[in-house]
């Protein structure tokens, strides 16, 4: 069955990408070609339809996908069809926006629990959450049920504040310090450097210059 196949990584990371243009479109259109998603997700009419390929056969020939339907298909491909429990490792400016921003529990993402190894910031609140010492790390986050840690640690204390969530049984990091943590096979990493991506982005603002300047 296609939807039993493996999902290529390239086509997991572009999934929400289709889920967000569904779910703006959601309540407004009842159905979606693939031209139209493809469009609005920056990619091409053939690429959404192979990545949808791995779902399932969900759109109709000359009609196009049904937007509900898609968006049920794609949420339950991605795990999003129960709520997910996030602790931030860091309260400082960046695990602080984290926690505050409004738009994770639309999409199933709560924020139970915040840590910081600063005495200074124990006890206060970050969006709804109470930030709790960096020591009691472990037994709060299985008191919590925390599915997904996020690390916005400076780059010395990321290694060890990885190792820690481990240990407590976190399965999915997503890493924010600045430099490169290890963790065993059965944990998923996802690792977010600004600073890369602004490279990138130099390189390319740097090739747009370059072709203007030489029309």
């Given at each position: 069955?296609?939807?039993?196949?493996?999902?290529?990584?390239?086509?997991?990371s572009?999934?929400p990408?289709?889920?967000?243009?569904?779910?703006?479109?959601?309540?407004?259109?009842?159905?979606?070609?693939?031209?139209?998603?493809?469009?609005?997700?920056?990619?091409?009419?053939?690429?959404?339809?192979?990545?949808?390929?791995?779902?399932?056969?969900?759109?109709?020939?000359?009609?196009?996908?049904?937007?509900?339907y898609?968006?049920?298909q794609?949420?339950r491909?991605?795990?999003l069809?129960?709520d997910?429990?996030?602790?931030?490792?860091?309260?400082g400016?960046?695990?602080?926006?984290?926690?505050?921003?409004?738009?994770?529990p639309?999409?199933?993402?709560?924020?139970?629990?915040?840590?910081?190894?600063?005495?200074?910031?124990?006890?206060?609140?970050?969006?709804?959450?109470?930030v709790?010492?960096?020591?009691?790390?472990?037994?709060?986050?299985?008191e919590?049920?925390?599915?997904?840690?996020?690390?916005?640690?400076?780059?010395?204390?990321?290694?060890?504040?990885?190792d820690?969530l481990?240990?407590?049984?976190?399965?999915?990091?997503?890493?924010?310090?600045?430099t490169t943590?290890?963790?065993?096979?059965?944990?998923?990493?996802?690792?977010?450097?600004?600073?890369?991506?602004?490279?990138?982005?130099?390189?390319?603002?740097?090739?747009?210059?370059?072709?203007?300047?030489?029309?």
């Amino acid at each position: 069955m296609a939807a039993g196949r493996r999902i290529p990584e390239a086509t997991v990371s572009r999934l929400p990408l289709y889920l967000r243009v569904l779910g703006e479109a959601n309540g407004h259109i009842d159905t979606i070609s693939s031209e139209t998603l493809a469009h609005r997700a920056g990619v091409n009419a053939a690429q959404v339809r192979k990545d949808l390929s791995y779902l399932g056969s969900y759109g109709t020939r000359g009609v196009g996908y049904d937007v509900p339907y898609l968006i049920r298909q794609i949420n339950r491909r991605l795990g999003l069809d129960g709520d997910r429990r996030v602790a931030i490792v860091g309260a400082g400016n960046l695990g602080q926006a984290l926690a505050s921003y409004g738009g994770f529990p639309a999409r199933g993402f709560h924020v139970v629990a915040a840590f910081d190894a600063d005495p200074a910031k124990v006890g206060q609140t970050v969006g709804t959450t109470r930030v709790e010492p960096v020591a009691a790390m472990a037994e709060v986050l299985r008191e919590r049920g925390a599915d997904i840690a996020v690390i916005t640690t400076p780059a010395p204390a990321a290694q060890a504040v990885a190792d820690t969530l481990v240990e407590a049984g976190i399965r999915s990091i997503l890493n924010f310090a600045p430099t490169t943590v290890v963790v065993p096979d059965h944990v998923a990493l996802r690792q977010v450097d600004l600073g890369i991506e602004l490279q990138i982005l130099s390189f390319y603002q740097q090739t747009i210059v370059t072709s203007v300047a030489g029309l």
